[in-house]
Every structure is written in C-alpha cells, then in structure tokens.
C-alpha cells in the first residue's frame, strides 16, 4: 500500500477494500466514486458521443436514426430491424462464456506479469507466458516475430481467403514504478480475447483474427518496429484496450517527438580553477528555465517535460558533459514540429549562455496522435453495452497520454478504448495506478475487454459491410489530427 493520501476505512480508493467487495460478491464497480448500477449506467452512457468537443461523433440514438452505420446488436434476439444481421451476434454468447471460464486463469496470470515487470524490449517471460497460454487454448503462435525477440503473433483462423483483424497486446513495465500503466491487463485482455476465440474452433467466417504481442510501448515504439517489419501487412483493422480511471471508447492521444540535448563544456578543478572550466550543467539548468519560461506561449495541450539524464561526475569538477531527454508532445505533428524549432532555439540559447557547444538530436521515430474509427468505435460500444459494462463520461480531469498505437491508427483502422480498473482520479504511471492494476476492479476491467474486442473482431470479420465502413472512416478522418 502506497500512502500518497489519507483513506478512511472502507475508503473506495483502497484496493483492499475492493477486495472485500469481491469476496462480498458485490459488483466490483458498484461503489466505485461516480457509479452506480452498471446496467443502468451503461444505458445512461449509451448516447454519449465519443469524440469529446470535435462533433465526429453523433450520439448513439442520432446515429442510428440518421446514418444507420455501426451494425445493431440487441442482446436475445441477434438482429434489428434495418441493419444487416451480421451473423456474430449466434457466436457471441459462446465467446463471453469462454471469457468467463478462463477468467481465474487470466488473472493468476495477469498478476504474474504484474509480479514480474519487464522493460521494453526485456518482456522475455510475459512473452513466454502470454504464448504458451494462447497456443494451449488452440491458436497457431508465432514467437519472436518482426524481428522483436519478445513479439508474438498468434492466429485463429476462419473459413478460408477474407480479412485480417488483430488485437494488439502490451506487456512492457515501467522503470522503477512496476506495471503502473496496467499493460498486463492489456496483455491478458488481449490474450482472454484470443484464447475464447479459439474456442469456437474454426473461425465461422471468412479470414482470421490475430493476437499480435507488441513489445515496448513505454518509450521503443514496438509498434513502429513490427510495422516496419511488415508484421501489419494484411491486418485490415486493429484493435486494444487500455486500463484507466475511467471506461472511455474514445480519447485523443498526443503525437510525440522525443529529443536528446547534449552540452559540450570544458572541466577544471571547481575551486582553484573555476574560470577556466566551461560549466555544461548551467546550459542545462538554463534549458530547464527557458522552457518553463516558454510553457505560457504554446498551445495549452502541448507537453514539453523532460528529465537530466546525465549532470556531471562529481562536485569538485566543473561538468564538461551533459545531458537530457525530453518528450514534445501535441495534438498535432505539425505542431510537435513547432515544438522541435523553439526547443532547439532555447538549447541553443542556452548554450550560448553558458558558453558550451551544443547537439540536440530528435527520434526520427515520431509517435503520432491516435486517428478516431467511428465505425469501430460504436461497434466496441455496442458490445460494452452487450455485456452490461458501462462506459463513464470523461470528467475532463486529465489531460491527454500517447501511444505506439498512434502509428498504427495512421496506417490502418484502429480503436484504443480505455476501459475502467481504478476509481476516478488515479493517474497513471503512479504507484497507485500500479496497484489498482492487480486490483479486482482490474478483473473486472481485463475480462470486460477481453469480451469486447472478441466481440467487436468478430463483428468486423462477419460483416464485409461493417469493415468497409471502418475503412471508410479510416480514408475520411484525414491524419494526424
Ligand atoms: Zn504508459
Ligand atoms: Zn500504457
């Protein structure tokens, strides 16, 4: 247990508390701060557009009136009036019980990736675990695929020649604070989908649904790295899950460009001989004070923040070297471009300040902002709604993360719904967040996920109409918005 605030006793927040509610049998989100009956919540929500304060999005009821877009699932009786019937909807019943069946399997192992953080690119044993459980439960796996020794790619195969739909999977940690973004729920979320897919035997549709294991999307960009190996050649449409403080299909996502700065000075013995030395540390620290300086004149979604990752050797000796990293984060690559310029102007002019020599050296791999997928968006919704889990109203407390799944987005149609496993209010990348991530609200969250991109695949993978029309969004939306 993390102190970062007093609970009280029975205190929502506390995840031992969740735990009595499990063993109370209680609906894990009933008392969650901003609940409520689920059911009921979920048809509260069910109107809610998902594109906060860009309009793409009508609400749920309009939708359906006015466009008739997203294919209409109705739990019981499996088609609509108006809509095609997709033919998902007879299979549908079977994959949730498969969900529910491996439930405690995919706990015990979402709790031994929790128990066991691997960095990016290092995620050798959940790479190990999340392939072995996905060839048991019947799917052809791929190890060490893109040339990523920890990615994966796992296929359920359907009837013959048709559409690819994968579910990517996250498994990475964090330095120092553990999985306090949650990827093992994403990573047996993902796996859950997979593993209850497979139950069904052979696909009943034409094509196939892959779980591909994406490895370091804390910082490598894993994603990037298999796309430019092809491993998302012939993957018509994509789709994961996140864990958060909140059940959200849709919330931007910033574009990154991240960025070494480096000063070059000159050392000396700090107290003899100060004057001859060249200090590389105050061009840093004068970096540090130029940007804060900068922050009331860029955009209020744009993020610059940065850390010294190396500020001299030793205090008798005047730094000759040193360095940082920093991320420039916006809406827009534009405008991360923008950033790129002013940032390097205040390094350089820090330089000079000191009197050092400069390098700033940008990533040429640049995460971009998350593209929406209105057809896949609903389609998720709709099955969130299917399985009585609600989705919440973004409370507009946080500001906006990233993602390798940005990139992704931009190539092909791609959904990155957060789904709830901590009360409101819990930042990620906290130690709080990282304990909710194990946390029976986690349960909660991973088994509802795993059901809703099973669900959602197949909706895809059964209806031709419905993936044309995803990949119409995809062309319409326009990039990098
Ligand atoms: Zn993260
Ligand atoms: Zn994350």
Redesign the pocket.
Known sequence: MVGHRQREPGDSRDPAHGADRARGHAHPLARVRGGGRPAARARRHAGLGEDHGHDRVRPARESGRRRRRAPRIRRGDGATPGARVSGADAVKPTVTEAVDRLADDLERLSHRIHDTPELAFKEEQAHGWLAEFLEKHGARVERGVGGLATAFRATIAGMGAGPTIAIMA?YDALPGIGHA???NV?ATAGVGAGAALAALGTLPFAGRIQVIGTPA??GGAGKVKLMDAGVFDGVDAAMMI?GRCGTQVWRPSLGIIKVKVEFFGQAAHASSWPWRGVNALNAVIALFNALDAMRQQIRTDARIHGVITKGGEQANIIPEYTSAEFYLRAITVPYCHELLRRFTAAAEGAATAAGCRVQVTADPTVHEPLKPNPTMAEAFRRNLQYIDFPEDPDDGQAGYGS?DCGNVSQRLPTIHPYIRISPDGVP?HSREFAEWSRSPLARAGMLAGAKALALTALDLLASPEALARAKHDFTREGGNA
Request: aromatic share 0%; glycine share 20%; proline share 0%.
């Open positions: 996250e973004c949650g990827h994403i999307e804390e996140h993602t990620g």
